[in-house]
């Protein structure tokens, strides 16, 4: 069974950083395009940043630096100068192809929470 577990979530003043981490465990063949998109309350889901697995990035917020380990299939987002309009749940999604012969499928992660309060 194929899951996207996110870590590093959690409370932090405005100003601060945090650093969110996500690893695809699971039999999988290969990984894609991975990213973040974050969803605050009453607001639509959105695109933060993704990388392809050559390491092309695309950016919604330049405050943020998304990398990627495809060794340990693991994408980071270290999220800088956070403001409280960052709050929201951050959810990580991979494209993912469970054998050499299947199709590519999108997975999600259930996301961790970023409040940032003072």
């Known amino acids: 069974q194929v899951q996207l577990v996110e870590s590093g979530g959690g409370l932090v003043q405005p100003g601060g950083s945090l650093r969110l981490s996500c690893e695809v465990s699971?039999?999988?063949?290969?990984?894609?395009?991975m990213g973040w998109y974050r969803q605050a309350p009453g607001k639509q889901r959105e695109l933060v940043a993704s990388?392809?697995?050559?390491g092309s990035t695309n950016y919604a917020d330049g405050r943020f630096t998304i990398s990627r380990d495809n060794a340990k299939n693991t994408v980071y987002l270290q999220m800088n100068s956070l403001k409280p309009e960052d709050t929201a749940v951050y959810y990580c999604?991979?494209?993912?192809?469970?054998?050499?012969?299947?199709?590519?499928?999108?997975?999600w992660g259930r996301g961790t929470q970023v409040t940032v309060s003072s």
């Open positions: 999604n991979a494209d993912i192809q469970l054998t050499s012969y299947s199709d590519t499928v999108h997975y």
């Open positions: 699971g039999s999988i063949f290969w990984v894609g395009v």
């Open positions: 990388i392809t697995r050559s």
